[in-house]
């Protein structure tokens, strides 16, 4: 799901040929694990078909690396409620959170802003937990605890992230 | 309805800013965590709202009454009759019994030796503590003598409970177990709670949450930003 969606950030900050795109996305999310051409190609051709991208400065006879993708309006609003929205709380969330955050370093939107949004979703879960634990059997507390203690882990990335943000804008930006 | 509120609070320490116009907003019966970073002024906050530190510039109100204009002798009164603490350290009397240290707000606001001594023994049971009224502090445990803090902090049924980092010395387990504790008691007993922590877990006892940060108050919804 966020590959996509990524895909389509890295288009808001400018039209890219389908290669490098690829490149921008390794760089900065797939370090670790960089895409295929052909995920980057099918995902393209699926949010052309959704009227998310169309293709420009389409060369006769080009191959899939002369495809320029331009993003639509359409494209533009998707990104916009992904960033704008929290995430709902839950383990393994962190990167989802950091491709949320680096994007939006990257296009210049209000980041700080997303973490505080986020840090609020993350605080009212663990609200609701803890009231599980309180009223619960012990089991519904070792269970909500399990959850509590990564969701926990998540809010002291944002706070660390959110501390950090200026430093990490420069580096993000430089590249 | 609101308890307690103060706006656009500032105070320095030397050349240092503490809180750079802080608002906040208490209402009655709510349970609220102040959380934010090392040194984002959060506990000048709550030594402010509770009368203890005066701010240079600002005014706090509490059920009516202006605090940060009274007299030293007048705040000095209010946090004892209006007021209950629980602090991270050092706040038990340690030549005094844990019964005589829960007992100590109602003898100094003039109430008789024995019925204070009753009342505190009752809190002492209340929260799990029956049979070591007689220890004194180095008698007790970390957790105990935490639960006697929470004890003494609302023996006197103040209107406000102010906690700064009530669990920062205890393991998670007793953390929580003091917790449900103050948030049980204070429920019951009607007791708005103002509680300083920088623990998420410790603040997801709370109602809700405000941040501050560089000396300013942050409340954060989960709402989505434009």
Wanted: proline residues 4%; contains cysteine.
């Amino acid at each position: 799901m966020t590959v996509p969606l990524t895909l389509l950030g890295l288009l808001e900050r400018e039209p890219r040929h389908g290669y490098d795109l690829k490149r921008d996305y390794d760089a900065f999310f797939g370090r670790d694990k960089p895409l295929s051409f052909g995920q980057v190609y099918s995902t393209l051709s699926r949010l052309a078909r959704d009227g998310k991208v169309v293709i420009s400065d389409l060369e006769a006879g080009a191959g899939p690396d002369r495809k320029r993708y331009v993003i639509t309006d359409r494209g533009a609003t998707e990104v916009d409620t992904w960033l704008t929205e929290p995430v709902a709380p839950e383990p393994h969330l962190q990167t989802v959170l950091f491709a949320k955050v680096t994007l939006a370093l990257l296009l210049d939107r209000p980041a700080e802003h997303y973490l505080d949004t986020q840090r609020a979703a993350h605080m009212q879960r663990m609200r609701e937990l803890t009231a599980v634990k309180r009223s619960g059997s012990l089991v519904d507390s070792l269970l909500a605890d399990h959850a509590l203690f990564h969701i926990e882990a998540d809010l002291r990335w944002i706070d660390l992230t959110a501390a950090r943000l200026d430093a990490l804008a420069q580096e993000v930006r430089s590249q | 309805m609101t308890l307690l509120e103060a706006h656009d609070l500032h105070l320095s320490f030397g050349s240092t800013p503490a809180l750079r116009g802080a608002d906040i907003t208490v209402r009655e019966g709510e349970i609220l965590a102040v959380m934010g970073p090392s040194g984002s002024g959060k506990s000048t906050l709550l030594h402010c709202l509770a009368g203890i530190l005066v701010p240079g510039q600002g005014e706090i109100h509490f059920d009516g009454r202006r605090v940060d204009t009274m007299s030293e002798t007048e705040r000095s009164s209010l946090r004892r009759d209006r007021f209950g603490f629980v602090f991270q350290f050092g706040q038990l009397v340690p030549e005094l019994s844990a019964e005589e240290n829960v007992a100590l707000p109602l003898l100094l606001a003039g109430v008789r030796r024995s019925k204070a001594l009753t009342e505190a023994r009752a809190w002492l049971g209340r929260l799990g503590l029956d049979g070591l009224g007689a220890r004194t502090s180095g008698e007790l445990s970390g957790g105990q003598a935490q639960r006697v803090a929470l004890a003494r902090g609302l023996v006197a049924r103040p209107r406000v409970l102010f906690a700064d980092e009530p669990t920062g010395a205890l393991d998670s387990l007793t953390g929580e177990q003091v917790m449900d504790l103050m948030v049980g008691s204070a429920r019951d007993e009607g007791t708005t709670v103002v509680l300083v922590t920088h623990e998420p877990r410790v603040a997801a006892y709370a109602d809700r949450e405000v941040i501050v940060r560089d000396g300013k108050v942050l409340a954060l919804t989960a709402e989505a930003v434009g």
